[in-house]
């Protein structure tokens, strides 16, 4: 059975734009796209389609309901915008490029690429770290007292950042 994305709806104006997130790419549901850019046969959008840039994936709605819908990427969205060329296509794709890709992106997100203050124990002392894409760390103002606990002869046999063990 094919996985069901849920997708997150647009409003502009008096149309909708449904979007999901694959791969962590932007997905827009074509026919909706296709109204929304004022194309005549909305249908017939994906067909003007390289084939990477297209798709066909299953919407899963909060009611149960589910659709099978064509969509296009984002580079396929830029494209229907260069094609049908019209003055408003301009603001449409400032609206893709500054709120709608950064939202999709906010809204699926993992939980742990946010930075998180945490703090760490280095030669008997708590220094407060920042963990953040899989990386510790530490404040420039921490860092002359993380130095200096390396410095203290009773640490000398303890792991240090200047030297590295043979």
Known sequence: MQDAYTPVVFQRHTHQLRAVMIDNQPWFVAYDFALLIGAHRPYRLPKRMDPHQKRSVMLQFASG??????????????????????????????????????TLHDYHRAPDATPHRAFMTWANQRIGVVKWQGEIWIARTDLPRFMAATDDPVLRDEPSWRRMPE
């Open 65 to 102: 309901f589910r659709e099978e819908v064509e969509v296009i990427s984002d580079a396929g969205a830029y494209k229907a915008l260069y094609r049908f060329g019209h003055p408003e296509h301009r603001v449409i794709s400032q609206w893709l490029s500054e709120v709608l890709v950064p």
